[in-house]
C-alpha cells in the first residue's frame, strides 16, 4: 500500500499483466514496421513520420513500459530521486511524442489527398517538424520532473496478541504520521520506506501547486488538441474523397 496505490493495491496484478501483453505485442508489432519501413526507397514524408513513430513507441515498449510494470509491482516505494524523475520524464516525452506525430501523419494525409498539387510539406520540412516536436516533448518531459518527489515514508507495525484462536487483522492507515497493523501475535517492528509521489498528495507550497497544475493542464490540452485535428483532418478528407468519387461516379 502506498500513496500512489492506496485505491488501486487490489488491481495491480492485473495491470501488470495488460501492461506485460502490451509491451510484447509493441515491440514485435514495432519491430516490424521499422524493418519494413527503413527498407522503403521513396522519399516520401508518411514513411518518415511513420518510421519515427515507429521508433518511438519501440523505446517506449522497452523503456517506458517495463519502468511502469517495475513500480507498480514495487507500489512506488522507489529511494532514488533521479529513477523518480526519470520515469515522469520519459513517461511525459514518450507519450506526447507519439500523439503529435499522429497528428502530423494526418496533415501529411490531409495534404497528399486534398491538395495533391502544393508542395506543402516536404521531407525537409518534415524533419524539421520532428526536430521540433522532441524539443517541446522533452520540455514537457523535463517540466513534469518537478511534480514528484521522493518522499520518506514512517511504518509502524505493532503486533499484538489476541484474546480468541482467530485471526483477525485492523488496518489503519495515516500517510501523515504511520501505518499501523495488529495482528494475532506478540512482535513490535519499525520500519522507513521511501516513495515517488506527486507533490499534490505531500505538503506543498502553492508555487508548487501551481506549477503541477500548469504541467497537468498543458499535457490535457495537447492531448485534446492532437484529437480534434486528427478528427477533423480526416472529416475532411472524407469529404474530398468522397466529392471525387461522386464526380467520376457521375462523369461516368
Known sequence: ???????????????????????????????????????????????????????????????????????????????????????????NTFIPFSSLLISCIAFDRYFCLCHPFKNILTRERAKRVILILIFICIILGFSSTFTVRVEQVHFDTNIINNNDNNRHSNKTIDYNSTIKFDYSFNSYYKSEKFECTEILKLNHTMIETVLYQI??????????????????????????????????????
Open 1 to 91: 500500500m502506498s500513496l500512489m496505490t492506496a485505491d488501486l493495491s487490489n488491481q495491480i496484478p492485473t495491470v501488470l499483466i495488460m501492461l506485460g501483453i502490451i509491451c510484447l505485442i509493441g515491440i514485435f508489432g514495432n519491430t516490424l514496421v521499422i524493418i519494413v519501413y527503413s527498407l522503403k526507397q521513396d522519399r516520401l514524408t508518411a514513411t518518415l513520420f511513420i518510421l519515427i513513430l515507429a521508433i518511438s513507441d519501440f523505446l517506449a515498449c522497452i523503456t517506458l513500459i517495463p519502468g511502469t510494470m517495475i513500480i507498480e509491482y514495487v507500489e512506488w516505494n522507489i529511494d532514488s530521486t533521479f529513477l523518480c524523475k526519470f520515469y515522469y520524464f520519459i513517461n
Open 215 to 252: 504541467v497537468q493542464k498543458s499535457q490535457t490540452c495537447s492531448y485534446i488538441l492532437c484529437i480534434l485535428c486528427v478528427v477533423t483532418l480526416y472529416i475532411l478528407i472524407y469529404r474530398s474523397v468522397s466529392k471525387i468519387t461522386l464526380m467520376f461516379s457521375l462523369s461516368g
